[in-house]
C-alpha cells in the first residue's frame, strides 16, 4: 500500500495505473476507519481494480462550536486497516495541502441542502460538496462510494455528480450496524457506556417505524409519531429532527411508499448521532 500525503504523489501514482489500464475506485473518508468505512472498501474493490482510501478531517464541513478539533483520529490504525483490506492508496492529506493559503473558492448547494443536517448545521453541506469536489478532480475516479448513514450527503453527492457532469459511477452502500442495531459511526467514540445504551434510541425508533410501516401503516405522520413515542423511552436523546422525506430531493411526505426515507438524528451528552432507514428494504 502506498501512503500518499501530497498532490503531487498522488497524481502521479494514479498516471501509472492508468497507464495500464486499472479502473480507479474512491473511498472518501475522514479517517477513524470502521467497519462501516471497510464495507465500502469492499465495495469498491468488487468494482474496480485498485482503491483510493482518503482519510482527511474536513475542516469547512465543520461550524463554529463543532468537534473539529476533537475528532477521532488514529492514522496508524487508519493505515493499518487499509492495509489489511488491501487498499492501493491510503491519501492522507494536510489541511494546508488540500486548501493552500488564499483558497476562496467554494461548492455551493441547493435546496436539496437546506434541511434536516443543513438546518442543524449550516454551511455544512458546502464544506462536503467542496471537498467530494476536489477528491473527484484529484483522483478522476471510474467508481465512487459513499455509505447510506449520511444520506443526505450520499444524495447531495448524486446530485453533484449529475450537475456537474462527473464522469463516474456513484455507489450507496448499506449503512452497517452493531449486532443491536447500532449505526457504525466514528463519533460512537465519544460515548460513555450509559450513551452508548441510550444511544440505541435512533435505530430503535426506526424499527418500530418500519414495523408499523410493514405492518400497513402509510402516514408519514402517524410513522414519525411511532419514532417520537420511541425517542421518548430513552430520556439522555435529545432529538433534532424526525421525518419521512422522498428519495430525490428529500422533500417531506404524507404518504410513505416503498423507497421513502425515515431519518432522526439527535444529541445525548456532547454527541450528536443520526441515522435512517429506507421503507422496504429489511431492518436489521
Known sequence: MHELTTIQELRGWLAEARLVGHRIGLVPTMGALHAGHLSLVDEAQRRSDVVVLTAFVNPLQFGPGEDFQRYPRDPARDAELARERQVAVLFAPSVETMYPAGSEIRVVPGPTADGLEG????????????????????????????????????????????????PLELVIAPTVREPDGMALSSRNAYLTPEERQQGLALSSALRSADAAWRGGEREAARLIGVMEQELHRFPAVKPDYVAAVDSARLA?????????????????????????HLLGRSFP
Open 119 to 166: 438546518a442543524v448545521r449550516p454551511g455544512h453541506f458546502s464544506g462536503v460538496l467542496t471537498v467530494v469536489t476536489k477528491l473527484f478532480h484529484l483522483v478522476e475516479p471510474d467508481v465512487a462510494v459513499f455509505g447510506q448513514k449520511d444520506i443526505q450527503q450520499a444524495i447531495l453527492v448524486r446530485q453533484l455528480v449529475r450537475d456537474l457532469d462527473f
Open 252 to 276: 417531506p411526505v404524507t404518504v410513505a411508499e416503498a423507497g421513502t426515507i425515515l431519518t432522526v438524528a439527535g444529541r445525548i451528552g456532547q454527541t450528536r448521532l443520526i441515522d435512517n
